[in-house]
């Protein structure tokens, strides 16, 4: 006859079925064992690494600090000091949205070490107006349409700043080269090449 569905019997009143549901229920007890356990042991904490204090003058004002030593002048901008300004794009230094000054120069914020700052003039977006007036690359942005969305923008004026300042600025095909290092996801180039042109050519203070 055929078996009717009915179970194979390894032994007396055993089943294969009731020996795998028997080994399943035992495992079980071993995988909520390990997990009381592991709950009870003490966490050890996380290890930090010893901080640095560093004193940078952002926007002309020394501003004393602790800092863990991998800390990118970003983070310290942006999590410790709220100066949200400069933005973090890509976080590898390929799209020029955290760019700031740091004496003068322009750099990458999330790749430069908030340690290297120390007793360094670091400007940021915040620090370019004087009180209310705006700067002079602030305002050609606005007259010349030249953002969309604005998340790139802060880093797009602080490169263009830069741009004039290191005399870059002389036609459009040179400031194109020399802004190519921030990328505006919008596309309002035609924009930013205009308004950084404009303040090159009025001679603009920058």
Avoid at 6 to 14: F, H, K, L, N, T
């Amino acid at each position: 006859m055929g078996d009717g569905g009915a179970s194979e019997v390894d032994g007396p009143g055993i089943t294969r079925r009731t020996t795998l549901g028997g080994a399943a229920g035992i495992a079980s007890a071993f995988v909520l064992l390990e997990q009381a356990e592991a709950q009870a042991a003490p966490q050890a904490p996380a290890a930090r690494g010893p901080s640095i204090d560093i004193a940078p003058i952002v926007n002309g004002r020394a501003t004393p600090v602790a800092v863990d030593p991998r800390t990118s002048l970003l983070d310290l901008l942006r999590e410790r000091l709220g100066l949200t300004g400069a933005k973090k794009g890509c976080d590898h230094g390929q799209c020029g949205a955290c760019t700031v000054h740091v004496d003068g120069r322009r750099v990458a914020s999330c790749l430069t070490l908030a340690v290297k700052t120390d007793a360094r003039n670091v400007t940021t977006i915040e620090g370019l107006a004087d009180g209310d007036t705006l700067h002079p690359m602030q305002q050609a942005f606005i007259d010349h349409d030249a953002l969309q969305c604005g998340y790139c923008t802060p880093g797009q004026i602080m490169a263009a700043v830069a741009c004039v300042r290191e005399g870059n600025a002389t036609d459009r095909s040179t400031i194109r080269e020399y802004m190519s290092g921030n990328i505006c996801r919008c596309g309002a180039y035609v924009g930013i090449v205009a308004a950084i042109e404009d303040v090159a050519k009025k001679g603009r203070r920058v």
